[in-house]
């Protein structure tokens, strides 16, 4: 049995978008945000269903989750794979968006509703030792969220490191399902009596999935392969570049140290200017030389 790695950008809409499975993505959502009792999310409507998209318009589509609760709250879900330096302020601006999609032209600022940003990463962007952080806006004098129409999650999947013996808690079996789906041949017992979840690895098996979504599947890994290969070339090409200006630069800090030692010598015999001009060095260091020795 072979599953689809849920890090991909297509794998992931199929399992957490599909508007049949909606349970899986309430599941999810509810371990993410640690919602329980009155907080509990019951139902959603998906604001982007998952549809196979066509593979020429594949930048134009959006393959994150969009999706909304019975109270209004928003809540979109993104992952990235590659640390393209700028998912903070993604995060922002699709948080920023949705925010204000929600207040048709004249309407009271009272409609909006809160808007929730989970970001699942394959890369590490903060100095929290836990695999999952929570953001929010604090008074910084009393410590509370007195704004708190935003809320953000990130998920940083490196340092989640528990093993299938080790899943404890929902969260748990849902971030190592992302991490690790890819690699396993069959569902786990840890994860068999969990109807979501059996869901979820059913959804991700890739013999069920038909020609056009298994195509797209391998060009988006395709690309990201691509592109990791370009982002590693010119990291590589870089550093070399960096060495050979470092050797270049030692090099001249060499001589000039040399020029320094001869004129050094100099100085009882020579005047100034004849240092200057035998050695090369600015007449100013001479000096500045000789009266180093004075």
């Known amino acids: 049995m072979k599953f689809a790695d849920p890090k991909n950008d297509l794998a992931f809409k199929k399992i957490f978008g599909d508007e049949n ?33 066509k593979i020429p318009e594949l930048k134009e589509t959006i393959l994150d989750i969009k999706a909304t609760n019975k109270n209004g709250d928003d809540f979109i879900v993104e992952i990235q794979k590659k640390d393209l330096g700028d998912f903070t302020k993604r995060s922002l601006y699709y948080t920023s968006k949705a925010y204000i999609a929600q207040l048709p032209k004249g309407t009271n600022y009272t409609v909006l509703k809160k808007v929730y940003f989970i970001g699942i990463l394959n890369f590490n962007i903060f100095d929290n030792k836990k695999f999952i952080s929570r953001h929010l806006i604090i008074n910084q004098e009393t410590n509370k969220q007195d704004l708190d129409d935003f809320e953000f999650s990130f998920i940083e999947l490196p340092k989640f490191t528990k093993e299938l013996k080790d899943l404890s808690s929902v969260l ?42 298994l195509e797209i599947y391998d060009y988006i890994s395709l690309k990201e392969f691509d592109e990791l290969n370009a982002l590693k070339t010119a990291e590589r090409k870089g550093i070399e570049k960096g060495i050979e200006k470092g050797i270049e630069k030692g090099i001249e800090k060499g001589i000039e140290q040399e020029k320094i030692n001869i004129a050094k010598s100099l100085l009882d015999i020579l005047d100034d200017e004849t240092i200057s001009l035998k050695t090369c060095l600015n007449i100013d260091i001479v000096k500045k030389l000789r009266g180093e020795k004075i």
Not at 23 to 28: A, P, Q, T, V, Y
Not at 186 to 196: A, D, F, G, R, T
Request: glycine residues 0%; charged residues 20%; proline residues 4%.
């Open 172 to 213: 748990d079996k849902w971030i190592y399902f992302i991490k690790n789906a890819s690699n396993l041949t069959m569902i786990p017992s840890q994860y068999q009596n969990l109807k979501e979840f059996k869901e979820a690895f059913n959804i991700a098996t890739q013999t069920t999935w038909n020609k056009k979504e």
């Open 21 to 53: 499975h909606k349970n899986i993505l309430i599941s999810f959502l509810n371990s993410i945000l640690d919602f329980k009792e009155l907080q509990t999310i019951v139902d959603i409507s998906l604001a982007n269903p998952y549809q196979v998209p």
